[in-house]
């Protein structure tokens, strides 16, 4: 019996286990612990080891020779149907409170640069913990990547400058980290943007059956010295199989997270139509399969190192076979993996750790990285198979790896529960255990009816076990938003009208909610500004769920049984990058403004007109009155623009605040405004060259 075929009868147990057990919990009211509120909860054990290349290329090969059709493996190396990775709310892990008064955590932006700190950095999940963004700055520069170049600015003087730019190499994506004077950009590339890269094979004239492999995704990792301001120098670069997803770094050490697939396999397709010919190109397949080697199973890497005054190149695959693990059911042919990036030390890819599964959304605490992938079973089975999902068939599997150590990543443990996830912010660990926010149901088949749940974790011999769960969170509805805050947490889901609601979670085996607020429309991102106080960043609608546009709200859960809405702010049609990408928000805490990017428009019939606005906006939170007002807007570029046109590099993407001023950040450059009243006082141009 082939490992997919095994799959298959693990996964049957599964579904019959699902059909028989936990049924009248599933309809049960949201409040209360226990599990089962969601269906059955899969357990996934601790993942294995290889004994060596030959037990892992066999593994490979026994799972492609089952999956592997006329067409290759095609969409099926990974075999998982992922929840894409979007940023919404950041969350902290200090003390909440109990029943009473909402003991509210400072904000990690806020608190990472330190008590008084008069610079801002990019608004992250966990304090301690920073994460890849378009620009960084340590209040004596900022480097920002903008038209394909790393942009150097000095803050030294009375006016910003800019100090110097460098090309960064072809690619996508780019974001960057900082840590003292050495940046490291990563970014996503494809083998066709590779200097020097081979031309894609032609097909073969005699038999026109070879199949041209498609440019495959590449990740480009580039370490640039900044201890000379006017000359930054790329000192390394480090070329890797497979797509970035994302990275944290902690104490100057970067955690890369890159997903790749199978390479260097010429399958072939089938000359012609017909049954005939499909069986043939699938055997032949199978061969190619069969003669693989273990090359084509591991991703590669190729190292340029210029540190010495000359460059010098080294290469091979990313991982020893030893350093791979699978977990134990099946999980597609996708090879996940975790490179250890000392900012301090190199870019030679050591103390890296694998897994034979897919991996998207990553999280991560200042001792624990977690990786985490949403799986539709039945396409995990038989990926060209047109299968209807069974309501129950999403699940997600979470993969723990210890980041204590500046040296090595190293695997800890594995868990899995039903439903997927909305994001990064679904995850929070907090006093030794991990709380996971999941919808399920939500397949979109008739009689379906979605549901979300707080799923408490906790590990037991190398697995992530449940512990504790709430269920029956907006029913027929779905998680727009998480913010963990201590021992407390916000959850807001969303159809028609939008839930708001406080979960208390103090204790890990009995999480409850302790209160709801239903109000029209929903806050894709939402931030504590103190005083028990919540902003919300998303879009108001009216009472069938249509969308108007958006808003910011101010919520008081100082009650956390009685949630309510204080204040609203609208803006017509539109929307702000900050509801799904939480580093465009910035809050200081010092003067209470709130900046986010914010693009609307509106059409005037009468006129003809349209009223287009592309820049920030700054919101005056006053928290103790529980009132807003906006504090102004904020636009990039040249104030009258051709009608139907407009500049996307315009677009305010960041904003950020170093010793008393604004600072905010398009691909056209940086412009300063007075921190308390948003009047422009200066501007820099990026380079393109």
Known sequence: MGKVAKAMAAVLALVLAGCTSGGGERSGAPRGGGAGALGTVVLASALQPFDGCDDLLRYFTDAAADMVGPWGLGGSA???????????????????????????????????????????????????????DIVKTDGRRMIAVAQGRLQVLDLTGGTPRLAATLQLPPGWGHELLLDGDTALVLAHSDSAQTPGARPLPAPDPATDMMFPAPSSPLSVLSMIDLSDPAAPQEIATLQLDGDYRSARMVDGVARVVVRSWPTGLPFVFPEGGGLRAERDATERNREIVANSTIDNWLPYYVLTDRRFGQEATSEGTLLDCEQVTHPQEFSGLGMLSVLTVDLGGTLEPTGSTGIVADGDTVYASPENLYVATSR????????????APAADDVTTELHAFDITDPAATRYRASGEVSGHLLNQWSLSEHAGNLRVATTTNNSGQPGAVSESAVAVLAERDGELVEVGRVGGLGRTEQIYAVRFLGDIAAVVTFRQTDPLYLLDLADPTAPRVLGELKIPGYSAYLHPVGDGRLLGVGQDADDQGRVLGSQVSLFDI????????????????????????????????????????????????????????????????????????????????????????????????????????????????????????????????????
């Open 78 to 132: 990974g075999g998982d149907m992922v929840v894409l990775e979007t940023a919404a709310a950041a969350a902290e892990d200090t003390a909440g409170g109990g029943e009473g008064d909402a003991a509210v955590p400072a904000p990690a932006q806020a608190r990472a640069a330190g008590e008084g700190a008069t610079v801002s950095g990019t608004n992250v999940q966990e304090a301690g913990v920073d994460e890849p």
């Open 376 to 387: 539709w079973l039945p396409q995990l089975i038989d990926p060209r198979a047109d299968i």
């Open 558 to 689: 100082t009650d956390l049984a009685n949630p309510t809405q204080l204040a609203q702010l609208k803006f017509g049609d539109g929307s702000s990058e900050v509801e799904y990408d939480h580093r465009a928000f910035l809050y200081w805490a010092e003067t209470g403004l709130a900046v986010m990017p914010l693009q609307t428009w509106a059409y005037d019939e009468a006129t003809g007109t349209e009223d287009v606005f592309t820049g920030a906006l700054g919101v005056q939170v006053d928290s103790q009155a529980g009132a807003l007002r906006e504090a102004g807007r904020l636009t990039h570029g040249p104030d009258e623009q051709p009608p139907g046109q407009f500049d996307y590099r315009a677009q305010i993407r960041r904003a950020l605040v170093v010793g008393g001023t604004l600072y905010t950040v398009s691909e056209l450059g940086v412009e300063t405004s007075a921190l308390d009243t948003l009047a422009d006082t200066g501007w820099v141009a990026f380079s393109a060259r």
